[in-house]
């Protein structure tokens, strides 16, 4: 007693030392002696959310938990900390408070059986070793997860979620008679008419294929396994099932083999079926065996397997589980009931146990276990819990196995779009994306990109629902956040928060400067297995509107998945939230763009939406889009029926060497996944353009003599370096940076800037008015260029018409000839070819004026030309003195004289028109 009063004052005041140590820990943040865990104070993550964080850890207010010093002294669970509100500077904030609670426990002095209490593990009080094993077992429940064999005599079918049905495998030696130790387990979901995998598998080589047969082992669907590379699990798709076989899926008639090197006819197999289970599963194990004989193992003589299908409660204090078993009793030979005891075990510690009878047949448990502790759950999130089930007599082999969290070849990703942020839509155009993953150890590893914000990040939380009492903080991601781009861990996630991820329960919030709340938000899913791409690779795209020019508005946000196969067809996953569709939503489709040489639009469409996502693939892409995605200058559109120019758009860089693309840098023998040039580490921003590594073009600023590149961030930019022409007389061409010499016997024409062998003839093309059809140009052996219009007969008539305006001739009238048509002509007619002036680079018809647009003076409004008889005649516009004026008014910028604003001068506006006559009349005889 003395022992334990004196650790108990050591921990006490250990806890009050490492609180009162906080302080001076705040003062010098660069000490690394001090212990890890920490009360911060003004935690980052709670921008509008007052809270406490006690090591690393987000507590909200008024919640309580054991603190966790870590090694050697762990989850303290006599200390109970609480997250206090309290008022500072008018503003509502969380302090840490912490309390021994090992006083407050009841006095167990003698048991019932005359045995000492003993204070089991998680626990801080003592009590009797009879009341702790009977909370720790019991009987077999049934409630949550009911045995396949139902005692009513109903077959449990498979079950239906939003993401179709599900199925699982337990695959051993036993069904094709192999003396191994190899187990595996197989979970399907089959949705329209798509079956997907996942499969782990222990104790055994990596399989090269995996086979579906029927009851009778015919061979129905093959997948080979090439070019998969994940550890101890493959993936896959079995597209286009007929409707026989998935008959054959429900009603437990279609097995599954995988097949390895060593065993070309399998390895492993086992029978596909439904489970209720596997709905509510967020936990497994996979367990094999180890035939204990006198204490020592040895390798089971038969294929043996379990699986354990788990899930936590509610509140975290109950686990429910069901048990699959292959060959434990059938091997045997045993045909009398058998006592099974199933543990929970933290390596070779019992921490739970369950003890049922099971006969012959007997290949499913079910049960529930009470009383896990804030300790347990944390063991189960870490995987750091093992399953062991054994007989009671240790007559049969031993299963054992991991938990962790429940394995799947599905992404967990997130659209974070300005339409779902807290309060109210923010249409900002903005947009984000994340993807995340569990592994074994519990850790939730995660990458998030933002982009088109306009104002600072400031927070990045990783949450729950935002219900009445506000919002759950599960972790602050803001640590890792850099440039758009957070990537990081979050560690110490609880069997609860791991629970609600794989169940579509957990949000990520973006706050900014501009909306310290929430301006970005998304729900967390999972996007199921497409088995062309690779998406651990990366990121995906991000669409959103301010990647459009010009940018658009908007609350609606997406994603996309790209990648190229060795055959070159282009796979595409395309997520969005908050497209504005219309009423029937049937009007939103996914796009590729590119632009020409003439900075034109060039489409292609992929398909169109159903629930806001887009899958396929396309084996039909031009040259033209591949050299494009390999350049990182193609984009990704989506287009509504609000906005058909598109609402969403993100840029693709997809590195590809086909049709002979120049790209290094990739290999194309297990396919490549597309990324944004915003993301690539080695793209360039230049012009508000991002620029994919190794890219080339000219800049805005000089698109004829400048050329540019993009190497490793790093934008170069040169002029163009011209050859000495060989020539006596080279030319410039328009659009051209070097002069050329013209090619011999040719002639060049201003205006349709072609050349024209010598002796050629053609209409000449007069910009803006096109084709003059009514005029022949003529190459000649000088290479001059001659134009002259057609030659039209001489007429008799005093009033000879044109019948229709495009004819180049006039004709005298008849009696029965029609009026003409009073219509205009975009043609020039051929008595205006030789009348019409040219002025700079325009032809302007005989009679025509125009202020004349001088270089680096812009448009003259103060000058006037006419033209007459092809001669172009400018004269500036004469200003009549304002004699006697007192009151004048400077002109503007767009006039050309200064006006009297004295009302005597300026209500005798006649005498001022005569006044400039007569001055125009005097220069003109002054000028001769």
């Known amino acids: 007693m003395l022992y334990e009063r004196g650790l108990s004052r050591w921990i006490i005041l250990l806890l009050s030392l490492f609180l009162v140590g906080i302080a001076e820990a705040g003062k010098n943040s660069g000490n690394k002696g001090h212990i890890p865990l920490k009360a911060e104070r003004n935690p980052p993550h709670s921008r509008g959310i007052p809270g406490c964080i006690f090591g690393g850890k987000v507590y909200d207010l008024e919640t309580s938990w054991h603190p966790n010093l870590g090694e050697p002294f762990f989850e303290m669970v006599c200390m109970d900390c ?68 139902d005692p009513s005599g109903e ?65 129905v669907f093959e997948h080979d396994l090439h070019g998969s590379n994940l550890d101890n699990k493959v993936c896959g798709v079995w597209r286009r099932i007929s409707g026989i076989y998935q008959k054959y899926l429900h009603s437990k008639s279609l097995f599954v083999t995988l097949v390895t090197k060593s065993n070309e006819n399998g390895l492993v197999r086992g029978r596909i079926l439904g489970h209720r289970a596997l709905n509510d599963e967020t936990f497994s194990s996979l367990m094999s065996t180890k035939r204990t004989r006198k204490g020592i193992a040895v390798a089971s003589p038969m294929g043996y397997g379990g699986i354990m299908m788990l899930n936590a409660a509610h509140d975290g204090r109950t686990i429910n589980f069901a048990v699959l078993m292959d060959g434990l009793l059938e091997n045997s030979g045993h045909v009398l009931p058998t006592t099974v005891i199933v543990e929970l075990r933290k390596r070779n510690d019992v921490v739970k146990e369950l003890k049922t009878t099971v006969g012959m047949n007997g290949v499913e448990i079910v049960g529930v276990w009470d009383g896990v ?73 995660y990458r998030v990109q933002v982009t088109g914000l306009q104002t600072d990040v400031i927070g990045l939380t990783l949450e729950g629902k935002v219900r009445r009492n506000g919002r759950k903080v599960i972790a602050d991601l803001f640590g890792g956040y850099e440039n758009g781009i957070a990537i990081g861990t979050y560690s110490k996630p609880n069997a609860k928060e791991i629970q609600l991820l794989l169940k579509n329960s957990l949000f990520i919030n973006v706050a900014t400067e501009a909306y310290e709340k929430s301006e970005l938000r998304g729900r967390i899913t999972a996007l199921p297995y497409h088995g062309h791409i690779t998406r651990h690779a990366g990121l995906p795209i991000p669409l959103s509107g301010r990647n459009l020019d010009p940018p658009q508005v908007t609350g609606a946000a997406g994603q996309a998945w790209l990648s190229i196969d060795r055959e070159c067809n282009l796979h595409y996953e395309v997520t969005t939230v908050g497209l504005n569709t219309g009423n029937d939503g049937n009007h939103a489709y996914v796009k590729l763009l590119i632009y020409d040489e003439n900075d034109e639009p060039v489409y292609k469409i992929l398909s169109a939406f159903q629930d806001g996502m887009a899958a396929g693939t396309a084996n039909d892409i031009s040259e033209d889009f591949l050299l494009d995605m390999n350049e990182g200058t193609a984009y990704l559109l989506i287009t509504t029926k609000q906005h058909r120019n598109g609402e969403i758009r993100g840029q693709i860089l997809l590195p590809n060497t086909c049709n002979g693309n120049p790209s290094n840098r990739i290999d194309l023998s297990h396919g490549v996944i597309g990324v944004s040039p915003e993301t690539d580490p080695d793209s360039c921003l230049f012009e508000e353009k991002w620029r994919a590594d190794n890219s080339l073009w000219s800049p805005d600023y000089d698109r004829t003599c400048t050329t540019c590149t993009c190497r490793k961030r790093t934008v170069i930019c040169d002029r163009v370096v011209c050859p000495i022409p060989t020539c006596q007389s080279p030319e410039t061409w328009p659009g051209e940076c070097c002069p050329v010499c013209p090619p011999e016997k040719a002639c060049y024409f201003e205006g349709d800037q072609k050349f024209h062998s010598v002796g050629s003839t053609w209409h000449p093309y007069l910009p803006p008015f096109g084709y003059v059809v009514c005029a022949f140009c003529t190459c000649e052996p000088d290479l001059s260029v001659n134009c002259t219009r057609m030659k039209c007969p001489p007429l008799e008539c005093e009033r000879p018409i044109r019948l229709d305006p495009d004819d180049c001739c006039q004709v005298c009238p008849s009696t029965t000839t029609p009026e003409p048509h009073l219509t205009t002509s975009a043609l020039i007619l051929a008595d205006e070819v030789v009348r019409g002036c040219y002025f700079g680079d325009k032809l302007y018809r005989h009679g025509e004026e125009w202020n004349p647009n001088i270089y680096s003076l812009g448009v003259m409004p103060c000058v006037t030309c006419r033209c007459k008889n092809g001669q172009p005649q400018c004269r500036k516009v004469e200003c009549a003195p304002l004699i006697g004026c007192q009151k004048k008014k400077k002109k503007a910028s767009n006039e050309c004289c200064d006006v009297c604003l004295d009302p005597v001068i300026s209500t005798t506006p006649s005498s001022r028109t005569s006044s400039n006559k007569k001055t125009r009349s005097k220069n003109r005889r002054s000028s001769r």
């Open 82 to 149: 609480h997250c206090i509100p309290i008022v500072v500077n008018d503003t509502v904030v969380g302090k840490v408070s912490c309390e021994d609670v090992k006083g407050k426990c009841a006095d167990v002095d003698v048991c019932r059986n005359g045995e000492d209490p003993v204070q089991q593990p998680g626990d801080c009080c003592k009590s009797c070793p009879i009341d702790a094993q009977m909370s720790n077992s019991g009987d077999p429940v049934e409630k949550d997860f009911p045995t396949g064999d």
């Open 155 to 219: 077959e449990v079918l498979p079950t239906e979620s939003n993401q179709g049905y599900n199925f699982v495998a337990l695959l051993t030696g036993t069904s094709i008679a192999v003396r191994t130790n190899s187990v595996a387990r197989a979970t399907f979901t089959l949705l329209d008419d798509t079956l997907r995998f996942t499969i782990n598998y222990e104790k055994m080589q990596r399989p090269v294929l995996i086979r579906f047969t029927n009851a009778l082992n015919d061979t």
């Open 373 to 445: 502790s804030n300790q347990h759950q944390k063991w189960l999130a870490r995987g750091n819990l093992n399953i062991r089930i054994r007989d009671e007599d240790g007559v049969f082999p031993e299963l054992n196995g991991q938990i962790t969290p429940r394995p799947s070849c599905d992404t967990l990703q997130c659209v974070l779009s300005g339409g779902e942020a807290i309060d109210r839509p923010k249409v900002t155009g903005a947009s984000g994306s994340a993807v995340l993953h569990i592994d074994n150890e519990g850790n939730i590893n």
